[in-house]
DNA sequence: GAGGTTAGTGTAAGCGCTTACATATCACTG
DNA sequence: CAGTGATATGTAAGCGCTTACACTAACCTC
């Protein structure tokens, strides 16, 4: 058995270049200050061997890692990818490197991601909704780890946000879904317990049946877990509600398909015999058969400008601002009107 | 402006809670060793201060991070979502931290994010499919960081892989709907560059069509880009080629979608006038309508098993060995017999 | 040609942590 | 009660890197 041999480390790139640490550091990180034919020698010692800078150690010396930490409730179903994405490709325009890590919806464990992220170094978080435990803020302050909080929007909130407001965005829909006729309403929401935006939207619905002269109990409420066949299996509890409901609401596009397969399993025609409303507009939304009339959400944008808030935060010392996006109301064809 | 508090070390907890640094670093990573006040005092301090230890430094000092790099083509539409779920959840029960990064299907792009990885002192590396530019894995070598292969399976490649045969798969899809009396067939594929998966798939067919006598001509061939809207496109090129095929395969389920609903806003029925075939089984491969005929794979297993077989080499030494898992074919709607 | 720049390089301290080793106590043991 | 072992803690070196500062040599400038 053979011994290991040893990682290459800057000095072994110094020893067989024949210069000093220092000069291999600069020809690495500003190779403009080191002279051509010592750069060359280095660069050459760094191929021989192989070699890769310890991250650990770099962050260490200089204190920073150019890094940003991302928080997102799930991976599955692509619901934050594309703003992701958006963000990711802004930050690194700015020369940052995106860390993501995944809640699966619980408050716990997304506390224990951002003390994981912190201890990695990460320069700022960016985080999906303001609601969380104040000490993990307390924390972060302590850290001196600067927060963006994106998917929302609260101007009143300590935090700074770059998102729409999910309450408004849901109560247009449903003044609309109102207008056309509906009165008997149903929605299945995601689990509400550490998601404030699923706590926004039931309320933006509540507020534009309150606005109509509807009573809050003639909604009929089921909670599930995140996934197509939890939305499947929430559409059957929710139509079999009585008064059976005439429009179905769905927190999320992923429960929404869930509550369109069902419907047409179950033989329910959509929308003739029951509206179903979608909300973030995902791709799936437009595949669905029939397409989900659903809420936009701008999520290349909000990725875009919270990249560049927190790239221009940590380069130059811009102070965070919230910034209010829009939603739109995209009308497939799951609404239809109720005829009377 | 006041200065910024500066961020609480080590060695600020040993000031505070009256101990040595050595005794607070015990108590944190190895509280049995330390008296039960001594305990007490320690995380009081850590409490009050927000400390946070700083991993970087750490992994220098002990010399490992406890952390594995997966790096998967795309992070959108869930392909790859579902299996590194059960890989990280399967590395978290044995102690380890999933870092993550998605190469946009990009050789180029993927050797960073490898080399990204490894300076931040990633243990080992989850990498999806075998081939890639040599002078990485040499470098992988000289940096000694174990590479677990995924997504694929050959046992003569000179990286150990747990996976599915990908040829074989869509030999078998492709012998079934030949035996149904497909003759005019086209292959949707996703792009081969960089995607030794995809070529796979793409020999397999042209296996089956050689075992039953076809020729290699007879398979119409579209490459293209990932994505839903990419598929549609691609399907109504596929479609308008001559001969008319009668069934198209396509690379992957996102792709088959796209295929999908094109061919509904085509007026073409699916399966009556052309059958369209999958691969990977993603969730929206029942979601469709109608629901998709796809080769089934084991994403659960193959990242439960992954995680299992980095755990064990990171803790007890056990080496990685080939594990070949059974990818198998699911009929839904999507597949008719040809009738003659 | 003395004085002043400038470019290129080296020396060494220090970033925050772990841990081998040394030391100090204390409770037994025979 | 000297000797032993267990338990708890401290001291200090070292992990791999960056960078302030110091130094040298070459090149100007007048």
């Not at 409303?277 to 058969?289: M, N, P, R, S, T």
């Amino acid at each position: 058995m053979t011994t290991q041999p040893a990682i290459p480390t800057l000095e072994d790139v110094a020893t067989l270049a024949e210069v000093s640490t220092a000069t291999v550091s600069r020809a690495i990180n500003s190779p403009g200050k080191v002279a051509p034919d010592t750069r060359r020698r280095v660069n050459e010692a760094v191929a021989k061997l192989g070699y890769s800078p310890n991250f650990g150690a770099r962050a260490m010396a200089v204190r920073r890692t150019m890094t940003i930490g991302a928080i997102i409730p799930t991976m599955e179903n692509a619901i934050f990818a594309r703003g992701l994405q958006a963000f990711q490709d802004e930050l690194r325009t700015h020369g940052y490197t995106m860390l993501i890590a995944s809640s699966a919806y619980r408050a716990d464990t997304e506390e224990e991601q951002i003390r994981s992220l912190v201890a990695r170094g990460a320069d700022a978080l960016l985080l999906i909704g303001h609601h969380r435990n104040p000490d993990i803020y307390k924390f972060l302050d302590a850290q001196n780890v600067p927060v963006l909080v994106t998917w929302a929007y609260d101007p009143d909130a300590d935090r700074p946000s770059i998102g729409f407001d999910n309450k408004a965005a849901m109560q247009d829909m449903a003044a609309e879904v109102i207008k056309m006729g509906h009165r008997n309403l149903a929605l299945i929401s995601a689990e509400t317990a550490s998601n404030d935006r699923a706590s926004a939207r039931h309320a933006g619905i509540l507020s534009a049946m309150h606005e109509a002269g509807l009573q809050p109990d003639d909604l009929h409420y089921v909670e599930t877990t995140y996934g197509i066949e939890e939305g499947a299996v929430a559409f059957e509890q929710a139509i079999g509600m009585m008064p059976r409901p005439t429009a179905v609401f769905c927190g999320n596009d992923v429960l929404a398909v869930g509550a369109l397969r069902r419907a047409r399993e179950l033989g329910i025609q959509v929308p003739d015999d029951v509206s179903i409303i979608g909300f973030d507009d995902i791709e799936l939304a437009q595949v669905a058969h029939p397409a989900l009339t659903t809420v936009h959400v701008p999520h290349r944008e909000m990725g875009r400008l919270a990249g560049l808030a927190l790239a221009q935060l940590l380069g130059k010392g811009i102070a965070l601002k919230p910034v209010e996006l829009r939603a739109s109301l995209v009308f497939r064809d799951t609404l239809a009107p109720r005829e009377n």
